[in-house]
């Protein structure tokens, strides 16, 4: 079955940087990645995904890139804000019948110090 | 604004005992997981349900069952619980259908003593 890991666990950065988080998939016939955050006490909440027919997607200082033959992508955060610390997953699905069926990576726990 | 509730927010429970955690979604998703979140094992699925009355093994649902019998609910039940299921307990929907966005609720804290 699908497996997807996650680097870093953790990760601190100081407010105004750059924060990149890596996920790699196994099944090459995963087709959708989502990334939720998930802020301390709270539920996650879909920041960003891309489905496998782009490589890139952007919004505003979030970004996400896909490359399909490495089975990796990556969750960009530019201008890093104190608001931007909780915990990111990244996920992986393919098209299964009628439903999708997400397998999480581990988290990064992300810190941004003013 | 889809709405995934949890029923219960914080569970004490003793080991053998029988519980049962509802969640309830009410933007008439085909689709709905329960999902266990531990710390650094990410979110791992128990089961799923994509229509009512169907349901599919996650990726550990030993010791785990589940029930839909209407579409918007979607109950985990632990027929005897053992302190290896303290954790926190995440229900989700999504309309049916690949790629489309998954909703959680705010999750249920199981603790078992």
């Known amino acids: 079955g699908e497996n997807v890991e996650q680097h870093p666990s953790t990760l601190s950065v100081q407010e105004g940087d750059s924060a990149v988080i890596k996920c790699t998939y196994s099944?090459?016939?995963?087709?959708?990645f989502p990334w939720y955050k998930q802020e301390l006490g709270k539920r996650p909440q879909l920041i960003i995904d891309?489905?496998?027919?782009?490589g890139e997607k952007k919004d505003q200082r979030i970004a996400v890139t896909l490359n399909k033959t490495a089975k990796h992508f990556s969750l960009h955060i530019t201008e890093t804000q104190p608001e931007d610390s909780a915990v990111y997953f990244c996920?992986?699905?393919?098209?299964?019948?009628?439903?999708?069926?997400?397998?999480f990576g581990a988290g990064t726990r992300l810190a941004v110090h003013p | 604004d889809v709405k995934v509730t949890q029923s219960s927010r914080y569970l004490v429970k003793r080991t053998g005992e029988k519980v049962f955690l509802e969640c309830v979604q009410d933007?008439?998703?085909?689709?709905m997981f329960w999902y266990r979140q531990d710390p650094g094992l990410g979110l791992r699925l128990i089961y799923f349900?994509?229509?009512?009355?169907?349901?599919e093994k996650g990726d550990i649902p030993e010791g785990y069952s589940v029930s839909r019998e209407k579409k918007e609910r979607f109950s985990l039940i632990l027929e005897s619980a053992s302190t290896n299921q303290t954790s926190m307990y995440l229900c989700?929907?999504?309309?049916?259908?690949?790629?489309?966005?998954?909703?959680f609720g705010e999750g249920s804290w199981l603790t078992v003593v």
């Open positions: 349900s994509y229509d009512v009355k169907m349901k």
């Open positions: 099944d090459s016939a995963s087709n959708y």
């Open positions: 996920a992986a699905s393919k098209s299964s019948g009628g439903y999708n069926k997400l397998i």
């Open positions: 933007m008439d998703h085909e689709n």
């Open positions: 891309i489905r496998s027919n782009v």
């Open positions: 989700a929907s999504s309309p049916g259908g690949s790629g489309n966005t998954i909703y």
